[in-house]
């Protein structure tokens, strides 16, 4: 009879750990989302934001069940959109492309932790760029005065909303201020909204 209760006992504890497994769960999370972006000194001129599909997908390192880190890799379109500044008719339009590989700390809150917020800092490769001088040649190639990789700082919130034990679906806002000009010329500094959806793996 001992026996069968120190097997019980030992089972039992294994099937709590089991459900529980917070730390080191890995979760892998492919997403798509709309994107809006625009320069900080193009905004304060009424200049309107540059849209763009966002692809990409995210790598989840839990530390515990609060906490977790998190990487991955993204497809991001960013730029201006016509800059005018008014009494000087200045004109100018920029769209960049860059695969951005972002690092950040998500704190995992709510009764089942479904909620998440997240912040760090992440760095953006240029994969290709163009610009528009509104001098009636249209957008023309600037990879040459592009710079090739951007520094941002991130932040933004989510939700998961569990479908099976180990899929789960997402929605979140994500947000990137850039803290380095987009181009040699000293354009501007890109902030970067989406909204994005996707999957959640759990392995």
């Keep these: 009879m001992k026996y069968i209760i120190?097997?019980?006992?030992?089972?039992?504890g294994l099937i709590c750990s089991s459900q529980t497994r917070d730390k080191a769960n890995i979760e892998i999370s492919p997403i798509i989302g709309y994107s809006s972006s625009y320069?900080?000194?193009?905004?304060?001129?009424?200049?309107?934001?540059?849209?763009?599909?966002?692809?990409?997908?995210?790598?989840?390192?839990?530390?515990?069940n609060r906490?977790?880190?998190?990487t991955g890799l993204l497809y991001q379109k960013m730029g201006t959109n016509k800059v005018d500044f008014f009494i000087f008719t200045?004109?100018?339009?920029?769209?960049?492309?860059?695969?951005?590989?972002?690092?950040?700390?998500n704190y995992h809150f709510g009764k089942k932790r479904n909620w998440y917020v997240n912040y760090g800092a992440s760095v953006g490769f240029a994969t290709s760029a163009e610009a528009d001088y509104n001098d009636g040649n249209g957008f023309v190639n600037i990879?040459?005065?592009?710079?090739?990789?951007?520094?941002?700082?991130?932040a933004g919130i989510g939700y998961k909303f569990k479908i099976l034990p180990k899929l789960s679906l997402l929605v979140e806002n994500s947000n990137m201020l850039g803290l380095t000009d987009s181009t040699e010329q000293g354009s501007g500094k890109n902030f970067y909204m989406s909204f994005n959806i996707g999957a959640v793996f759990k392995l």
Aim: aromatic content about 14%; glycine content about 10%.
């Design 143 to 154: 990879d040459n005065l592009a710079n090739s990789t951007q520094f941002g700082i991130n």
């Design 6 to 12: 120190c097997i019980g006992v030992l089972l039992s």
């Design 67 to 70: 906490w977790s880190l998190r």
């Design 90 to 105: 200045d004109e100018y339009s920029e769209r960049i492309n860059y695969i951005t590989v972002p690092l950040t700390i």
């Design 39 to 64: 320069q900080l000194h193009s905004f304060v001129f009424g200049s309107s934001s540059v849209s763009g599909l966002q692809l990409g997908v995210y790598g989840n390192y839990f530390l515990n």
